[in-house]
């Protein structure tokens, strides 16, 4: 069961797996977390800050929520996506293909990887571009499906789904701290200050 449906659904008894591992007995093996719980932990350790939706009409929401929180109602975004570009053509947003006349980066990924708290991304994503080129304020549109535990869990999956043309410059995002929050742990990497809107399609 998704971690959101059990935070955000009816509550049950506790299943022997939902026992945290430090009350479980000394010989019992350790339970391996959910994919979608992992992912989230790690995710939130690396500094990222997501917004869980039910449906569509809560990602709009909270789209509109971090927009007016950062004053980017009239600030340019960068999309690369015309799909994506479309699905919010409601927020009438100010967009450009030219990362240098961007505040903001609205994209989707390829993946969420579980084992680390990143994301996978690809040129379906940013073309050829690198991620210093890219502004440091993400968005990010993904779905509860997009999990998987690993990376080469997510190569493979990029493989199948791309069958007549395997997408370049793939590449995974990990640390999305602010300049100040940085570490020598971060040094050299592409920070970014990343909201990840995540809707539940499972």
């Known amino acids: 069961m998704s971690i959101f449906k059990r935070l955000f659904g009816r509550k049950s008894e506790k299943t022997e797996e939902q026992i945290p591992n430090h009350e479980r007995g000394k010989y019992m093996p350790e339970v391996k977390l959910p994919a979608d719980e992992r992912f989230t932990i790690n995710f939130n350790a690396n500094g990222g800050k997501f917004l869980y939706c039910e449906n569509l009409q809560e990602i709009n929401e909270s789209l509109q929520n971090i927009l007016s929180e950062n004053n980017w109602s009239d600030k340019t975004a960068l999309i690369l996506d015309d799909r994506l570009e479309r699905k919010f053509e409601g927020f009438q947003l100010k967009t450009s293909k030219n990362p240098s006349e961007a505040t903001f980066f609205f994209s989707t990924c390829e993946y969420l990887i579980s084992d680390d708290g990143s994301l996978l991304i ?28 690993t990376i080469g869990e997510g190569l493979k999956g990029i493989k199948e789904k791309n069958k007549s043309k395997i997408p370049t410059n793939i590449t995974t995002i990990k640390h999305f701290k602010t300049v100040e929050d940085k570490d020598f742990m971060t040094y050299g990497s592409s920070s970014k200050n990343l909201y990840l809107l995540l809707l539940e399609d499972l």
Not at 123 to 139: D, G, T, V
């Open 122 to 149: 690809s040129s379906n994503q940013i073309a050829e571009k690198k991620l210093k080129e890219l502004p440091s304020n993400f968005i990010i549109f993904a779905t509860t499906s997009q999990f998987v535990e």
